[in-house]
């Protein structure tokens, strides 16, 4: 917006989608709530989708419930997986009352106006769903930072604490993150914790199997027996933290094939354990995402590179997700060139920097596993450390601008 003076002003008003296939029910809105909020109309019930999929700036959907492509309660439940913190009203006539309960039952429906509305009414309705919509958000935002937060410090303690078991999860979260970024997933900050806690169940296993598994050395039947049950150890740690299920669930369903997910997918009415994830949801995508970063990283541990790991995952044909592959693959570097990597000495380090080889003490004994990003915390730790041992020196790392700057 500009304003007299031709100067870019911020339209404070609260964004609404309406949806009408009538035109002149779309100009009366505006019209009406041109006061109060910011109103974009579109005329079907697949155009204000995809509207909403490509913005997420609408605190509030209003639709019509009688339209020929797509009826108002379909467009709503539609819009509730699409933009779920989109707050969602219905305007319907008499005649429709049936439909609209049965919107408000199924959870799609904020509130529920009856036509003719008068413009009290509605822009008090609307007043109250920004309101919701705010609320929603807040929570969010809270559930999103605290909740990334507090993984993220357990997960530095315990790569601190046990440097071997922990390591794996430091490198497949970097992989992890390649794929955020080439895809940009709904919710990614939910898949990055599932990659950092996807290790936690090596906590049952004995200290030489997660020697083998950090060095990428083959495993006895019985150690890989072991080993494939990691997700389900790892998903029971998590069974009693609040907020984790669509984590714990991405942990669990690792186990499953790209093409079992696309074949048995189901309707996203509710996930259920070792069901396959419906392909396309967040849960999905993640599972897809810690089944590849796992196995890349488990080739690229044996020292095959990373571009020649992908070729080996690409031949298993239906077992990845090959979007995935072929963005990894896009992003790695020529088998011919080496990362950039700096030699300093312990004292040197700084927070941002990957370690790029394990650090050990005098005695072999693991202390930092590679790929681990370097913090605040393990720089005080490694001061501690040369008080009482001696630390192998020079410490390989990779610079932040190198590594592409993850964390």
């Not at 570097?333 to 004292?347: A, F, G, I, K, W």
Request: net charge negative.
């Amino acid at each position: 917006m500009s304003d007299v003076a031709g100067r870019t002003t911020v339209d404070k008003r609260p964004r609404v989608l309406c949806v009408d296939d009538e035109a002149a029910v779309l100009d009366s809105l505006r019209r009406q709530l041109y006061a109060e909020f910011a109103v974009v109309g579109v005329e079907s019930g697949p155009e204000a989708l995809a509207l909403l999929q490509k913005d997420p700036s609408f605190a509030v959907l209003v639709t019509d419930m009688r339209m020929p492509v797509m009826d108002g309660a379909t467009v709503l439940a539609r819009a509730k997986a699409v933009r779920p913190g989109t707050v969602r009203v219905l305007l319907t006539g008499h005649a429709d009352m049936d439909d609209a309960i049965a919107a408000v039952n199924d959870g799609n429906v904020f509130r529920f106006l009856v036509k003719p509305c008068p413009r009290p009414v509605l822009v008090d309705a609307l007043t109250a769903a920004v309101e919701q919509h705010g609320m929603i958000e807040a929570e969010r935002e809270l559930v999103e930072h605290t909740l990334r937060g507090s993984v993220a410090a357990l997960f530095e303690v315990l790569s601190l604490a046990n440097p071997t078991a922990f390591a794996r999860a430091a490198r497949i979260r970097a992989i992890v993150l390649e794929m955020i970024e080439a895809t940009r997933p709904e919710q990614a900050w939910r898949i990055e914790i599932a990659a950092m806690l996807s290790q936690i169940g090596t906590v049952v296993l004995a200290p030489e199997t997660v020697s083998k598994l950090n060095v990428g050395l083959p495993l006895t039947p019985q150690e890989q027996s072991q080993v494939d049950l990691l997700p389900r150890h790892a998903e029971s740690l998590l069974a009693s933290i609040p907020r984790l299920e669509d984590v714990r669930n991405m942990i669990h369903d690792q186990t499953v094939a790209y093409s079992q997910q696309v074949r048995q997918a189901h309707p996203a009415a509710g996930h259920v354990l070792g069901a396959a994830p419906q392909a396309g949801t967040n849960v999905a995508t993640g599972a897809q995402m810690l089944r590849t970063a796992v196995d890349l990283e488990a080739l690229e541990a044996s020292g095959i590179h990373r571009r020649v790991a992908i070729g080996v995952l690409e031949r298993r044909r239906g077992s990845y997700d090959p979007d995935l592959l072929a963005a990894l693959l896009e992003r790695a570097e020529p088998e011919t060139s080496e990362p950039d990597v700096l030699q300093l000495l312990s004292r040197e380090l700084e927070a941002g920097m990957t370690v790029a080889r394990d650090v050990t003490d005098s005695a072999g004994r693991l202390l930092v596993g590679r790929g681990y990003q370097v913090t605040e915390s393990l720089i005080e730790r490694v001061r501690n450390w040369r008080e009482t041992t001696v630390v192998s020196e020079p410490i390989y790392v990779i610079i932040p601008s190198v590594a592409g700057g993850h964390g």
